[in-house]
Every structure is written in C-alpha cells, then in structure tokens.
C-alpha cells in the first residue's frame, strides 16, 4: 500500500525567505501525488497536484513542487514566505487501483515577521 | 460547480449521548465519499469511504459508524460517544470514475468535543 512520510512536524521560516516542506512517498505503482493546505478550524484546500507530464508542479500562493522518482520525494517550496502562508501542509498519495488517498502527518508552517 | 456541505460546524455532546453529522454534495454525481477526522496535533485519519450507496468501507475500527442512504449525502454517527471520539471532523468527496489522479475536495469540517 502507498504511504507518505513529512519530514518535520513543523517548520518555521521568516517573512521573505524560503520556505521547504519535505514530503517522501512509498508505493510500488506510479503515484499521483497532492500536496493541501489547511488554515485553523477550515477544511483542506488543494495547492497542486502531480498526475503525469512536467515533473515540476506549480500551484497556488505561489508553492511549487517536484516530483523526483529516484528520490521517492515530493518536496514543496515557495521563494519567499508571506505572513498569510502560516497554515498546515499535508502531502498525499493515491494509486490507481486504490480509492482512497493517504495523507502524510502534516507540517505546520510558522511564518516570522 | 461543485459544492461540499458538512454540519454542524460545531457540537458540544455529553460522553455517552449519541452523535450525527452530516455531509452533502452538490454539482456532482456517483462520487467517493470520505470521512476523515482530526484530533489535536494529529494528522488526518480516515475512518470510512464509500464508492455508492450502501456501500460502506471501514478503516479503522471504533464506536463510530457511516451510512450513505442518497447518492450525495454521507452520514457519521454513534450510538454513544466516548472523549476520545473528539476533535475536527471532515467531509471529502471525489470522482470517483477517474481513478487516482483525481483530487479529494474537502467540506469545511465539523468541531466535535464530548465532555
């Protein structure tokens, strides 16, 4: 079964620097990988996702992503950090052949003025 | 478009009282339904899925269980409510005839605490 790991429960950044959230997938099928946001007390909003194709993901907010197959990774970025992107990220894995989605134990994003 | 429905936004129940939040589904048809929930500092866990009506999976054993009597509506519930059933409830749904590559679009969840 596919699974997903975050490097870093949380992760804190100041205003205009760069902000890396760390995201490692196992499965033994290609995945199609997501990566959400959540701000306090909403539910989970969709920033990007990878199917097939570019493996360099532009989002929303200005997040992208790379899928990296050799490293098994799904590292999101952003440049530079804004107070707004303070939020929850959760990184997600899905299969084919599968109909549910697995999600990664979250990274809590901490933005320093 | 499509549109996600969960309430109550918030409920306070008693230990032991029993539990019903409901999810709704706009704009689309024969989704994958999805309940998720939240505890504090906890990631997300999936307890049930459903790919149609009547159809049921379970992923983790508990005192919680869903229904799916219409097309679009999902129903969590529990005959009696234990403290640890607390925390931030979530409803998602996706198409569920394009496989995986298709993205799971969450409701705006339910607060549970049972005291």
């Known amino acids: 079964a596919q699974s997903v790991t975050q490097l870093g429960s949380h992760v804190s950044v100041s205003e205009g620097a760069l902000v890396l959230l760390r995201c490692n997938y196992s499965?033994?099928?290609?995945?199609?990988l997501f990566w959400y946001v959540q701000y306090p007390n909403q539910g989970l909003q969709l920033l990007l996702k990878y199917t097939t194709g570019a493996t360099l993901v532009k989002g929303i907010n200005g997040f992208e992503a790379e899928f990296k197959k050799s490293e098994t990774s799904f590292h999101l970025t952003k440049p530079s950090a804004h107070m707004s992107d303070a939020a929850e990220y959760f990184c997600a894995v899905s299969v084919n052949n599968n109909n549910d989605m697995r999600f990664g134990a979250g990274t809590r994003l901490t933005v320093k003025p | 478009s499509q549109t996600i429905h969960q309430w109550p936004a918030t409920l306070v129940q008693p230990v032991g009282s029993p539990l019903s939040l409901e999810c709704t589904v706009e704009?689309?048809?024969?989704?994958?339904l999805y309940w998720y929930r939240q505890a504090a500092g906890r990631g997300l866990q999936l307890l049930f899925y459903?790919?149609?009506?009547?159809?049921i999976s379970s992923e983790v054993p508990q005192n919680l269980s869903a229904s799916r009597p219409q097309d679009r509506q999902f129903i969590l519930s529990s005959k009696k409510l234990l403290l640890s059933d607390s925390g931030f409830y979530l409803c998602a749904w996706r198409n569920g005839l394009a496989g995986g590559r298709e993205t799971q679009y969450f409701g705006p969840g339910t607060r549970l605490l049972v005291l």
């Open positions: 499965s033994s099928v290609p995945p199609y």
């Open positions: 459903s790919v149609g009506i009547g159809q």
């Open positions: 704009g689309t048809s024969n989704p994958n």
